[in-house]
């Protein structure tokens, strides 16, 4: 009974290096997310992805790319790190359904620290 | 744009004493509202939610009512225990008319810290 999956669970890297964070859902759900946690400013939306084939930009897209893989694995990319990139990365990821139900909650990982010096 | 603005931290009770958090927000659709706790070293759990105005979520003894008129969606609990201690996150969804998806917008989040 795994839900979302997050590796690696602690980073830490030196700025201008890449890094690839890793996310993985076993619940079938179409619609994943990546948000970054900042005290003081909640979570803020990443990317994220409708469904399998597409990814749109989110509130804080600068830095980041992101890749989905198949219906399972969404992916985050940091090109070049910056220290502003310091952050908890958590991903989610929700059912999607038409009409009355539409509105399912999302499911998170338990995320990733990651430190850039 | 949408947004969402709750009450800051850190809130600090006595266990069995009465919690409210105060969350209240803008939209210009007609959002669903949840709340969502992190305990420490966790991802986020979806503790209740609203999809309608007047609508009442609840779980675990956590209480929120949808309220339209006063865009809010406080979260209350009558006696809180150790256990509850955690952050907890009051957002919105962003909908998608078409169905793709539902974004969320979160709150800056509200440190509970309980003491015995």
């Known amino acids: 009974n795994a839900g979302v999956t997050q590796t690696p669970k602690f980073q830490v890297l030196k700025t201008g290096q890449s890094m690839t964070l890793q996310c993985a859902q076993d619940?079938?759900?179409?619609?994943m997310y990546w948000y970054r946690q900042d005290p003081g400013m909640g979570l803020r939306l990443i990317y994220y992805s409708a469904s399998e084939g597409t990814t749109d930009k989110g509130e804080v897209p600068n830095g980041y790319n992101v890749s989905r893989l198949n219906k399972r694995e969404f992916s985050l990319r940091l090109e070049s790190a910056a220290p502003s990139q310091t952050s908890v990365y958590f991903c989610?990821?929700?059912?999607?359904?038409?009409?009355?139900?539409?509105?399912?909650?999302?499911?998170f990982g338990d995320g990733t620290r990651l430190s850039i010096l | 744009g949408d947004s969402v603005t709750q009450m800051e931290g850190p809130v600090t009770l006595s266990e069995e004493a009465f919690l409210t958090i105060n969350c209240t927000y803008t939209a210009t659709g007609y959002p669903s509202l949840f709340w969502y706790v992190q305990y420490p070293g966790e991802g986020l759990q979806l503790l209740l939610k609203a999809t309608k105005a007047d609508d009442k979520g609840s779980n675990k003894g956590f209480e929120a009512t949808y309220r339209k008129e006063t865009t809010s969606f406080h979260l209350e609990k009558g006696s809180v225990q150790v256990s509850d201690s955690a952050v907890y996150f009051c957002a919105l969804s962003d909908q998608d008319y078409g169905g793709a998806t539902n974004k969320l917008i979160f709150g800056t989040g509200t440190l509970l810290a309980v003491q015995p």
């Open positions: 989610a990821s929700s059912e999607v359904r038409l009409g009355p139900t539409w509105n399912q909650p999302q499911h």
């Open positions: 619940m079938n759900h179409n619609s």
